[in-house]
Each structure stands twice: as C-alpha cells, then as structure tokens.
C-alpha cells in the first residue's frame, strides 16, 4: 500500500497531510490526491509541548476541510525539535565509551580558530561530561586489524558505573578505528542491550563511519543526545494520532531532502536537524522544474531565521558537515560538528521575531535574538515588548493588522509603533516611520550580505539566476533583497508561507550511507569495487523495503569522495545513474580528473589518487504533487476589488498610496506594475517600485525587477 501511495497511485478520496514545526509558527498543509488542491493552516509552535501543537493544529485543519480521519493516508513531518534540544541543551544525561587515551578529543576537536585574535574565545562544551567519559583498553588499527581485544568484563563495569552511579539515559560507543572495523563497537552495544536493555545506545561506526574522529564522534554524541527526546515526542506524536483514530503512517523529514520512517529517525535523530528547511528547498527545485528554470536562490524567512540555498542546474547542493548552536552568533565553527548528509545551506540570525535594538556603538542592530511563539512580537499582544521585524512591517503597512492570517490572528499597530519609539525612534530621535524602515532595510542588507558570500564561496552568479521566495516573512523581503545582490527575477508560488509544508508532501522516501575505506585507485581491484558498493546499496535500500517500498521502485545514487594522495580533504565524485559498476569502473579517474578541473582547474600530477569514503543514496518514488495547485477552493475564487492602504517604500520617502490584491482574485497572464502588495492567507507578497509582476500558467508570481 505504501509503495503505491508514494509512486502516486492513490485512491480518489485520499490526503496527505505535511506538518512542519518552525521557531514561531507551525505550518500544515493537506493535499488531496483527487482535486489537486491544498488546504493550510498556521498556528503558533507550543515550545513546552510541540506533539499537542501539531495535533491540535491536525484536528483543527480535518475539521476545517471536513475530511474524514479515514482519508488520511500519511502524515509527513518536519521539526526543529532535535535543533532545539541541542541549543538550548535540553536533551538527555549522556555517557561515553571510548579508547583509551582519547576521551579528550572532544575538547580538542580539531584545533581551528574560528575568529584568529579573539583572545577570550569559547567553544561549545561538549554534550558529555567529562566524568561521563570512560575509557577502555581496546585497539583496531587503521586497516581493520585488530592490535588490542576488547575486555568484555571492563565494559561491564564502565556501563555499570555510568548507569547506576552516573545515571546516564544515554550512551555514546566511539573507539578510534572503528570505521574500519566496527567489531568492538557492536560488541559493546550487544553487551549493554543485554545487561541495561532499557538504555539508548548509539554506536559511531553506524551513525557516521567517517575516518576523522572528532566529528564522527561529536555527531554520535549528538545522536545519543537527543535520541530519548526523540523517541519520547515520538511516542506521544503515535499515540496522539492513534487516540484520534488517524491510522496513517508517519514519516519524518531528514536534513538531507528525503523522508524516513519513525524507525529510521529513532535510530538517527541526529539526521533530522534541518528537516524543515530541507522540504522548502526541495520545493523550490520542484516550483524551478515546472517553470523550467535551472539556476535558483532559495530564500526562506520565517519567524526566527532565514535560510537561503543553491540550486544549479536543476539540482540541490548537498554537503556532509553541519553545525548548531553556535556560540558566536552566527560564526562558522563556533559551534558543535555533525557529520550527516545534509542540504546545502546557509542561517542567517533575521526572522520575523528578530529584536531590535541599539548596540555598543550607537547604531541600529537586529537579530539574532527572537521573541519566537513566547512572547512573540509586540503586536501579538502577549506580553512582548521589544521591537521587532514583524512590528517594523506592520508600521511600514506592508503587514495590515485585521487580514493578518486570514483575519485569524489579530495584529495591534498601536503596540508596535509604541515598541519601535521606544526601543528605536527615542533613541536615535528619528521619526517611527524611518525606525521601521531601518529594522527592515537592516534585515534586507544582512541577509544579502550573507547570500553573496554563500553564493561566491560556491561559483555560483546570483546575477543570473531567480529566487524563490517563501516563509511567513521570505515574500516581503524578497524584492528589496534581489534587488541588492542584482539578481532579475523572484518568484513568489502560492501557499508561499507554507511551503516547507507542501515540500514534505513532494519529498521522497531516502536513506543514505556511507563507508570510510581508504584505498589508492591503482590498488582498487573491480571485485573490490562491486563488493562495497553492493553491501552499501544492501544496507541503503533496507530502510525503503521496511517502509514497503518495492526493490524495483528503489533507485541508488552512488558518489566516491577522493583526493590526491597527501591532500587534507577530499572532494565528491559522482557516479552515472544508470549502468553497471562493471562498466563505471574504469571511467573513475576520467571522472575525478573533471570534477577536479570543474572545482579549481585541470592539473597534470603524478601523485596517486585515493579514496577515502564510499557513498550510496536510496531514493524511493516521488511523490505526486499538482502543478498550478491552489489553496483555496474554485468558489472561493473572487473579482479584483480597488483597494489601498497607506505603505511605506523609501524611494519616496514617505507614506504612499498602495494598491492591495487579495491573490484569490488573480488569474494566469494579468500583469501588474508595483508598488504593490498582494496578500495571501499565510503570507503578503510586497512589489517595490520600479517592478512588475506576472502571474504564470502555475498561478505563481514573477517579479521582474528594472534599473538594477
């Protein structure tokens, strides 16, 4: 049945609902398969209990559309739970099992000086205490041999004195070599299930056999971290949908754009840290494809950051290496490494939350700090009192304060203009309009300013390109932030402020692997070759077939990182998709020898090529997903009506008149010229002046900007 309803051959009275749990709001999005339409809802996130929110907002968003809890044939979910946990250190007491001699490679970690001459530098402290760490006489070496056996009585007693005198709920198992052989890992995983079988235990040779320690094990330390948190949300995210008689399978949205089962997740949370922002990039690369656009600028602001990723070529750029909870604002290598394979994208500290203030040095500040759910922006009216960026709009009259969401949550612009004189306007005796337009045009620059710096690090020319603009705050900064990196276009697809939502309904079902094997590419015999590549594809499409997921629906992506011999990092290498490993084989230097061109330039070195990690992706089906959907219904379809309001832009200065277009009323080809502000239930679009804007065959908005 699962197999079926991924590939799209489900039945006509069927839904699938997307639910993705951001800083501020929680978004959800209900498909049906007959009618191609897609209904939404927007509530706040409850960060004390995040499983009530989403089940509240589920049975609020069944009610609403008066669909029987027997249509519903899966729940897709992303969240920002195992993130949080992490920042905000709230996961569970956790031991370590190491090699002897290495328990202080987490302190460490690889020796690198985030910021060069900050002589009180920090790093984040380790998830596992030192006295939590325990070390054993065991030794495989860099091969795979073994020099030194593991003493089953010593890791008795070091489980034993970490659960019973420690009171650890977790363990993390992480010796030196162990990607080369995880033999001594599984045994002492097999010995605490035996003697402590109530306690987690994640092993570093399954989490992340990588080579480089420190990473692999703070990312196994990451695992163990948050997997009683996460099995516990879990637990209560089941058994809430079972209470309301939903039967549908579950499925949660992994960092690296594809689904996985609740089992997968459970084994791995630590791959499910960016699951929300993974769907909404996925989803821009869908919205590319339908209008045929190669090369695109994901942007995504919500209520506590913006995230903006690559898209070239029609493909998402993925990379292996995260990290959360930065202790230096948003400084990169401040904060705790995880190796999982993950989209490509940057985190910018502006969001609809983000507070404003005045700094050291007299000048106007934003972010990172957020006002989040609790208490939220002044307008919310429930007890926040710091200006913010959705204070600023609301002033700014991008925002109206009575078709906030519909007209569901009301907005108070008296509060909002009290915070920013306060906190801004009286302290820099500026008028509150200029006050607001500087919280705005701040967020505008740095968000900019950090998409240049993305972009060029990768070769890629925004200048050429489109953005995708979503989130609850993405489609009124998108214009005013194209127009500072001089990028042409920006599109604005409809349900825009829900579409990390519509992309766990459009993601499919992966799971991938990997395998730390060092070997020189002369040496690499072809059974060698066959032999890793069909155990990691074995291993990879165990996942799928365990969702039911049919052999022949799997398809694999197979990718080799490698490098010159004495280099300190590798670079990834691609295989075809389609052909045997029989006849992909001998093109494997030819293909080296072109990625490395493409990334620095061609080189004629006698130094031996080596390979150091072997890579296989499982992908299932594609889901179905409507093009030109819409998220209302055919009835609700109505005629322009000449409505304006006062809005501020600062090319006049001054408050204008505003023409504003509910986008119900929009029908494909009408153009329009800005200014101009479109409203939809979940967003508002804002067109500067000197823009127009057409709407396509697929109902999405495209922004074309002149005089950059």
């Keep these: 049945?699962?197999?079926?309803?991924?590939?799209?051959?489900?039945?006509?009275?069927?839904?699938?609902?997307?639910?993705?749990?951001?800083?501020?709001?929680?978004?959800?999005?209900?498909?049906?398969?007959?009618?191609?339409?897609?209904?939404?809802?927007?509530?706040?996130?409850?960060?004390?209990?995040?499983?009530?929110?989403?089940?509240?907002?589920?049975?609020?968003?069944?009610?609403?559309?008066?669909?029987?809890?027997?249509?519903?044939?899966?729940?897709?979910?992303?969240?920002?739970?195992?993130?949080?946990?992490?920042?905000?250190?709230?996961?569970?007491?956790?031991?370590?099992?190491t090699t002897a001699g290495f328990a202080d490679v987490l302190e460490m970690a690889n020796e690198h000086r985030y910021e060069m001459f900050d002589l009180r530098i920090t790093y984040p402290a380790p998830l596992v205490e030192r006295s939590c760490r325990v070390e054993i006489k065991e030794r495989i070496r860099y091969d795979g041999q073994v020099e030194t056996a593991l003493a089953q009585s010593e890791v008795?007693?070091?489980?034993?004195?970490?659960?019973?005198?420690?009171?650890?709920?977790?363990?993390?198992v992480c010796f030196l070599h162990s990607y080369a052989n995880p033999e001594h890992e599984r045994e002492v995983r097999d010995i605490v299930r035996a003697d402590y079988p109530e306690l987690f235990v994640s092993i570093s040779c399954e989490v992340f056999p990588d080579i480089r320690e420190f990473s692999r094990w703070t990312t196994t330390c990451i695992n163990a971290y948050t997997q009683p948190l996460l099995d516990r949300y879990l637990h209560d995210l089941e058994q809430g949908l079972f209470a309301r008689q939903i039967q549908a399978p579950?499925?949660?949205?992994?960092?690296?754009?594809?689904?996985?089962?609740?089992?997968?997740?459970?084994?791995?949370?630590?791959?499910?840290?960016?699951?929300?922002?993974?769907?909404?990039?996925?989803?821009?690369?869908?919205?590319?494809?339908?209008?045929?656009?190669k090369n695109l600028l994901s942007f995504d602001m919500g209520g506590t950051t913006a995230k903006g990723a690559l898209i070239i070529d029609g493909a998402v750029n993925k990379r292996y290496e995260i990290e959360v909870g930065r202790v230096h604002d948003f400084k990169p290598g401040s904060g705790l490494v995880a190796?999982?394979?993950?989209?490509?994208?940057?985190?910018?500290?502006?969001?609809?939350?983000?507070?404003?203030?005045?700094?050291?040095?007299?000048?106007?500040?934003?972010?990172?700090?957020?006002?989040?759910?609790?208490?939220?922006?002044?307008?919310?009216?429930?007890?926040?009192?710091r200006a913010t960026l959705t204070d600023a709009n609301l002033v700014l009259g991008y925002l109206d304060a009575a078709s906030f969401l519909g007209g569901n949550f009301d907005l108070s612009l008296p509060d909002a203009e009290a915070a920013i004189a306060k906190e801004v306007s009286?302290?820099?005796?500026?008028?509150?309009?200029?006050?607001?337009?500087?919280?705005?045009?701040?967020?505008?620059?740095?968000?900019?300013?950090?998409?240049?710096?993305?972009?060029?690090?990768?070769?890629?020319?925004?200048?050429?390109?489109?953005?995708?603009?979503?989130?609850?705050?993405?489609?009124?900064?998108?214009?005013?932030?194209?127009?500072?990196?001089?990028?042409?276009?920006?599109?604005?697809?409809?349900?825009a402020g829900v579409m990390s939502a519509f992309g766990l309904l459009a993601s499919p079902l992966t799971f991938e692997v990997l395998q730390g094997q060092q070997v020189f590419l002369k040496q690499l015999t072809l059974e060698t070759f066959v032999e890793v590549f069909d155990r990691l594809i074995a291993e990879s499409s165990q996942a799928l077939v365990g969702a039911d997921v049919a052999s022949c629906d799997i398809e694999y992506r197979l990718r080799l990182d490698m490098r010159y011999s004495g280099q300190g990092h590798a670079i990834e290498v691609a295989l075809p998709e389609h052909g045997s490993l029989v006849e992909v084989f001998p093109t494997i230097e030819e293909r080296f020898a072109e990625r490395y061109a493409g990334l620095y330039a061609a080189v004629d070195l006698e130094t031996p090529i080596e390979i150091t990690t072997?890579?296989?992706?499982?992908?299932?089906?594609?889901?179905?997903f409507p093009e030109g959907y819409k998220t209302w219904r055919s009835s609700d379809d109505m005629s322009q009506s000449h409505v304006t309001r006062s809005v501020y832009f600062d090319e006049h200065a001054d408050y204008i008149p505003c023409r504003v277009i509910n986008r119900m009323s929009l029908r494909p080809g009408e153009r329009f010229e800005g200014p101009l502000i479109i409203e939809e239930r979940e967003s508002t679009v804002v067109i500067g002046p000197e823009c127009d804007v057409v709407v396509d065959k697929t109902l999405s908005l495209i922004a074309t900007l002149s005089g950059i």
């Design 156 to 172: 008795k007693l070091a489980v034993r004195h970490l659960v019973e005198t420690k009171g650890i709920e977790s363990l993390a």
């Design 426 to 495: 009286e302290k820099l005796d500026l008028p509150l309009a200029r006050s607001a337009w500087g919280i705005h045009d701040v967020v505008n620059e740095g968000v900019a300013r950090a998409f240049r710096i993305h972009a060029s690090e990768r070769g890629f020319d925004y200048r050429n390109s489109a953005i995708v603009a979503f989130g609850g705050s993405g489609p009124i900064h998108a214009v005013a932030v194209a127009r500072k990196l001089r990028a042409p276009q920006v599109i604005f697809p409809v349900g």
């Design 1 to 97: 049945m699962l197999c079926a309803l991924w590939a799209g051959f489900d039945s006509l009275m069927s839904q699938r609902v997307g639910i993705d749990i951001g800083g501020t709001f929680t978004d959800f999005a209900l498909l049906d398969i007959s009618s191609g339409r897609i209904a939404t809802h927007k509530r706040l996130t409850t960060p004390a209990a995040p499983a009530s929110g989403v089940l509240e907002g589920l049975s609020d968003l069944l009610v609403q559309e008066q669909v029987p809890v027997e249509q519903v044939e899966a729940v897709i979910h992303g969240t920002t739970l195992i993130t949080n946990a992490i920042i905000e250190r709230k996961g569970a007491r956790i031991g370590m099992i």
């Design 250 to 293: 579950l499925f949660i949205m992994t960092s690296s754009g594809g689904t996985a089962t609740p089992a997968v997740a459970r084994s791995f949370p630590v791959r499910i840290m960016e699951s929300g922002p993974a769907a909404g990039v996925l989803m821009s690369a869908r919205h590319g494809e339908m209008l045929s656009i």
């Design 339 to 385: 190796k999982i394979p993950a989209i490509d994208m940057i985190e910018i500290g502006y969001g609809g939350g983000s507070t404003s203030a005045i700094d050291a040095r007299g000048l106007l500040a934003v972010g990172p700090d957020s006002a989040g759910a609790q208490p939220g922006p002044a307008c919310y009216q429930q007890g926040g009192k």
């Design 614 to 624: 072997w890579k296989v992706g499982a992908v299932g089906p594609l889901p179905f």
